[in-house]
Each structure stands twice: as C-alpha cells, then as structure tokens.
C-alpha cells in the first residue's frame, strides 16, 4: 500500500488516517526511487506518531544507497542534534549529512558542461534522467543541512564563510532546477510533485533565511548576489506545506517556527495572517499526538495570551513521550516562561531549575534565570532550596559556550548582568526578570493580554520609585533608563503611544550620561521607530530606525541589526504600495 502525505486543501484528505499499523517495520529487499519514496513517507509518519526510534531504524538500512533515504535520515540526525546540544549527537548528524550529500552526489548526472535547464531547453527533458533531477535536489537540500549544523559544530571563521558558499550553491541548484520544471509542463510522472514540492521548499527557506541576513552579513558570507524575500518564501512555503510530497512536513514546521519564534524575535509589530495557524490545525489534525505539533500548539496558545491552556498542553506534550527527552526541556523552558508572566515565581524558579539539571543548551541562561528568580522570592525560599542568589549570578560568566569562536551574545549578556547584580546593591528586586524578559521578546508575547501588561507596568512603576528613593550613584541613570525603556514598551502595546514616545525618547536623551548599558540607546530608536510605523508615519520610522546604524560594540548588536533590517525593508515594501 503506497502511503503519502496527503495535499492538505479542503476535501482532499483522501487516504486513511495514519494509524499504528507497523509495529515491525519489515526490511525492505529493493528500492527503486517510487519505493523510497513510499517508504520515506512511512519513516516520516513514524516521526510524526512520536516513533522516534522506528522511524530511524527503518530509513538507516538504505541511506547509504538511497538518495531520499539519505536526505530524510539526515534531517532526523540534525534534528537530534540540535535537540540535545550533545557534541556526539551533533557530529553524527554532520557525518549523516555529508554521508547524504555523496549518495546524492552518485546519483547526479556525471557530465555538466551545461546546466540542467539550458540542457533540457536544447535538448528535451530526455536528456536527463529523472533520478538525476531529484538527486540535484536533495542534494541542494543536504547543502542547506550541511550549513545549518556547521553553525553548530565548528568554531572555524573559514567553515562559517564556507557555509555561506553552501548556500549559494543550494540557490543556484533550486533555481536551475525550477527553470527546468517551467519548460517541461506536460511532464507526467509519479514522482513529479516531489519535485514541485521539493523545490518549493527549498527556495522558501532560502528566501526567507536571506530576508533575514543584512546585505553587510550577505557578503561576509560570501552571498553575494542573492537576496531574499520574505513574503516570497511565505508564499512558497505555504503552497509546499498544502500539497502532497515528502517535504510538506519540514515545510510545516519551518512555518510554525517562523511564526511562533522568528517573527516574535526579530518580525515588526502588526497582525499576521491565520493562514498559518489554520494550515497547522489541519495536520494536528492528522497527527493529534504528535509531540512537536503540540508542542507548537502549546506556543500557539502563549501567543495569544492563554497560557493556563499553554500549560496544560505543555504538560501532556512532557507525558506524552519519553525517548527524546530533549523534546521535554522545550517544554520546560516554554512552562518557566509561563509561569514568569504570571508571576508565578516559585513554579518558574522550578522549571528554570530542572532545565539546569538536565538540559545541554545554556546552563548560563538557566542559572541568571534561577537567580533572577531569587530576586523576587522571600529570602527562606532560597535557603529552602539550598541556593544562593549572588553565587548563582557570579556562576553565569563560568557556564558560557562558544559558537564559532565566540561567546553567544545572549549568554555574553547574562553574563555580564550577573556580575553587576551579584557584585552591587541598591537595584530593584525586579530589574533582572525584567531585563531577562526584554532580552528574550517577553514582552511582546504577553501583549495579548493587556490586564497582564498593566501589572507588569505596575511594577516597573514601583522600581522607578525605588530606585529614585535610594539610588546606586553609579548605576541609577543605566537602571532608570531600562526602566523608562520597559515602561515605554508597556505603553506602547497599551495604545497610550504619546507617553510611549516620551519614555524612548528620553532614554536617547540620556546617551551621554549612560556608563555601562549602551544597549538600551540603539533599542530604544528601534522601539521608537517601531512606534511611528505603527501610527503610520513611515518618514519617522525610517529615519529613527536608520539611527541605529550609528553605533557599534553594544550587547546583542546583531539581533538588533537583524530587527531594524527586517523593519526597514517592511517600511520600504509598504510605502510602495
């Protein structure tokens, strides 16, 4: 029986449900490339029904000699990979990827004076095998893969410019490949929608990957002379994610991690579409225990400000498996960030603890994030749990990790916080949540919830007053300026844009007389300029947004660059139109 990913568009949901038929798996003795295609689809399934093991198990016996076996594997290694953060896990998926780019490789064409397309339009699409053509695909989409685990795995500024390379090819691949599909229309065959859809994807990710990357970080890559656009790649994604082939899942999930993340982190600040939320319900649909779309279900719900029913999602997603425990710490760290809207200190103070025990990620984040919790709780309870707040603080700068030779900004960040609040007084019990909040776009999530964002300005209110009361003369005009900072933020999503635009301002206004926060300067004309955007005035924003290209060697500078790129070039589409 031939299994495949139905086309996900109303009424077209034509083959059974997909339930636990295979308990063994049996092994199979041929594999054309119909039959690994099918039986891709089956380890997929098994993927998506929390199988994770199966699922690995069967695709292993032929990814050296299949080119979707190879590609699927490796994509599930990587996934691993990045789950656990394990140096083993993350060289396996780096030798399954390089292992996928050679299959792949085998089975391209051998002789390429001319590319696919210029051949095809000189010669016909019999000129070319149709292995050969999938192959040239999965094999820009391994280079994709290849790229993405080398941010992970080597600290070498030269693989880093080699992704970039990578890159580049994957683009030039996808593109010839798409030419090709546009001079064959008539072309039928069995595995042609895996090529439409393959295409589809792999050009998505590319264009909404470079949408994201500052032409300056382009051409440090070594991209030069691509760009990305973003709503392009939406467009593109979408359509892959609503049809039927292998690749339609990753193209669900890159949707629902752009969505969920990417846009919250670095996106501008206006309403987005429920297409993607409506696309997804329909596959939590088809695989309702699937831990990842509920997980992506639990995110949902934060989004929107309900996150009592987040919780009880999150806490089925933690029960519903127990082989990829690295699921779970997500999880975990989605739980702490609910209960810190809520000021649910002690709850908080439990997940941030457990993510320390167990998780590989960032013990630095993890142990600021205990300590910030401390801050806001009675002194018993740290004695109740045997911990010290100032030893947790100066512990963050010991547990930071290095990626490509340096220190990750946000743990650079953290860092840094932890000395000056283990090493001072006279700063607001509140300031660290506060701070760590802003640094990780909480404020934004909570917005849904206005009666929420109150509270929070109320208490940024009553540190104002505590700090004006008995002030840290070294710190006081950093500490109120964060606080100005967050309060105009508060502001902002409360709609009172005019007191909003006087707090940002006056944090500028303090550039001078800052001593150690630098930062909060460059965000607040990013706040600013986001502010005038959404009353419309794209002169304003413009022009308060271009001020950030000003200044330099600040904490998290590349997200900020990221975000005011992204706004510039939304700004700059809309004013077209």
Not at 206 to 217: F, G, K
Not at 344 to 353: F, G, P, R, T, V
Not at 430 to 436: D, R, V
Request: charged letters at 20%; a neutral charge.
């Amino acid at each position: 029986m031939e299994h495949e990913f139905t086309s996900f568009s109303k009424g077209e949901d034509k083959e059974d449900k997909f339930e636990d038929a295979y308990e063994i798996i049996p092994a199979a003795a041929t594999m054309d490339l119909v039959s690994s295609l099918e039986e891709c689809t089956t380890g997929l399934y098994l993927f998506l029904n929390n199988r994770f093991s199966d699922a690995i198990h069967l695709l292993y016996p032929w990814s050296k000699n299949s080119i979707y076996h190879a590609l699927i594997y490796s994509i599930l290694m990587v996934v691993k990979a990045f789950l656990t953060f394990d140096p083993q896990d993350i060289e396996i998926g780096m030798t399954a990827t390089k292992d996928a780019l050679r299959v792949c490789n085998n089975f391209r064409r051998k002789s390429r004076v001319l590319s696919f397309s210029r051949l095809v339009s000189k010669q016909g699409i019999k000129a070319i095998k149709e292995e050969e053509l999938h192959a040239e695909v999965c094999y820009a989409e391994c280079l994709m893969l290849k790229s993405t685990v080398t941010f992970i795995q080597d600290d070498s500024m030269f693989s880093f410019l080699k992704s970039g390379i990578n890159i580049g090819l994957s683009y030039q691949i996808y593109k010839d490949c798409q030419q090709v599909l546009t001079q064959i229309p008539d072309y039928q065959s069995k595995t042609y929608r895996h090529l439409v859809g393959g295409i589809k994807f792999g050009l998505g990710v590319l264009n909404l990957l470079l949408a994201l990357v500052p032409p300056r970080t382009l051409k440090i890559l070594n991209v030069v002379g691509y760009s990305g656009d973003r709503e392009v790649g939406l467009t593109l994604l979408h359509e892959s994610a609503s049809e039927s082939h292998i690749n339609n899942i990753f193209s669900v999930l890159v949707l629902l991690f752009n969505y969920n993340y990417l846009s919250i982190a670095f996106g501008v600040e206006k309403n987005h579409s429920s297409a993607v939320e409506n696309l997804f319900l329909i596959y939590l649909q088809k695989f309702p225990n699937c831990v990842i779309l509920k997980f992506f279900h639990a995110r949902f719900s934060m989004l929107k400000g309900y996150f009592k029913h987040a919780q009880l999602t999150l806490e089925e997603c933690i029960l519903i498996q127990n082989e990829w425990k690295q699921v779970q710490h997500l999880c975990y760290w989605e739980l702490m960030w609910c209960h810190i809207f809520l000021l649910e200190w002690k709850q908080a103070y439990h997940y941030a603890h457990v993510l320390f025990q167990n998780s590989r990620w960032s013990k630095s984040i993890y142990s600021f994030a205990k300590a910030s919790l401390l801050a806001v709780l009675p002194p018993d309870f740290a004695k109740s749990v045997s911990e010290d707040m100032s030893s947790l603080f100066l512990s963050v700068d010991s547990l930071r990790i290095r990626i490509l030779g340096t220190s990750v900004p946000i743990e650079k960040f953290v860092a840094e916080k932890g000395q000056r609040y283990a090493t001072t007084a006279g700063w607001f019990t509140a300031q660290p949540i506060l701070e760590f909040m802003y640094a990780w776009s909480g404020f934004r999530v909570v917005s849904q919830k206005l009666e929420l964002i109150s509270t929070w300005l109320s208490i940024i209110d009553k540190g104002e007053e505590l700090l004006q009361e008995t002030p840290n003369k070294e710190y006081v005009i950093d500490d109120i300026s964060l606080l100005n900072l967050l309060k105009g933020l508060c502001l902002k999503y409360l709609g009172k844009y005019s007191m909003a635009e006087y707090y940002f301002s006056h944090v500028i206004q303090m550039e001078k007389l800052l001593k150690y926060d630098h930062y909060l300067v460059p965000y607040s004309y990013y706040e600013l300029g986001i502010l005038y955007y959404l009353k419309g005035d794209y002169a304003s924003a413009t022009k308060t947004l271009e001020n950030i290209k000003n200044y330099k060697d600040y904490s998290m500078e590349a997200r900020l660059q990221f975000r005011a790129h992204i706004a510039l070039e939304q700004i700059a589409k809309e004013k077209v139109i």
